[in-house]
């Protein structure tokens, strides 16, 4: 089975400051997507990744993907509070399902 | 519609008893997902349909557990003899095109299912 996993698990940053989560996969896939989550809301779709070396960017966040490194970046730039929230990387498995990983939860503190 | 709907967006049944919870795909959307969120942050994928097909069915629990998505109907994720385990947030999302790994999932607000 497909396993996602990400670090860190939680992350607490100062406004202003940069950051990167990251995003390992355990076999073969070019697709991979990043979802933001607030509390008691639904999946809000961020970035969708389709090829190795591709690189998203739309405001404060970029996302990027080595599908040979089995790796996505999402890099936050100068955090904001309205950046708090959970990131989600999933990938496309067999079958289309997605494959989740765990989870970042990102504060930030003003 | 533009955004998947899900109903109920709570439902608390007590244990042993039945609970079923519907999800609308956005129109034009071949493909339907169901996903258990779990503590939180842990999501299951429990199955897929391509419009009234099952597509994969390898998440879900066969016991108890069953699915349907019918022409001109809400699909529906029904829990026979729920368990206190059973609670969680059960998303459905929906994609459009035959190649779905081109599309992101679009999810509804989900179902919170409270096992009592």
């Known amino acids: 089975e497909l396993k996602v996993e990400q670090n860190p698990l939680f992350l607490s940053m100062q406004e202003g400051k940069n950051y990167t989560i990251y995003c390992n996969y355990s076999t073969t896939s070019d697709r991979l997507y990043w979802y933001r989550q607030d509390p008691g809301k639904s999946l809000e779709s961020l970035f969708v990744?389709?090829?190795?070396?591709a690189v998203k960017q739309e405001g404060r966040l970029m996302a990027s993907l080595d599908t040979k490194a089995r790796l996505s970046t999402l890099h936050i730039t100068a955090a904001v509070h309205d950046l708090s929230a959970t990131y989600f990387c999933?990938?496309?498995?067999?079958?289309?399902?997605?494959?989740f990983g765990t989870g970042t939860s990102l504060t930030v503190i003003p | 519609g533009e955004e998947v709907a899900q109903t109920p967006k709570h439902l608390v049944r007590g244990e042993g008893q039945k609970a079923k919870l519907y999800c609308a795909p956005i129109?034009?959307?071949?493909?339907v997902f169901w996903y258990q969120q779990v503590l939180k942050n842990e999501f299951k994928f429990l199955i897929s349909f391509q419009n009234e097909n099952v597509f994969d069915e390898t998440g879900m629990p066969k016991e108890r557990f069953s699915a349907k998505c019918l022409p001109n109907s809400p699909c529906s994720l029904e829990i026979q003899a729920t368990k206190l385990e059973d609670s969680a947030v059960y998303f459905c999302a929906s994609s459009q095109s035959a190649r779905v790994w081109n599309q992101p999932q679009h999810f509804g607000d989900g179902t919170r299912l409270s096992i009592l």
């Open positions: 999933a990938v496309d498995g067999s079958g289309n399902q997605f494959y």
């Open positions: 129109k034009g959307h071949s493909y």
């Open positions: 990744l389709l090829s190795n070396g």
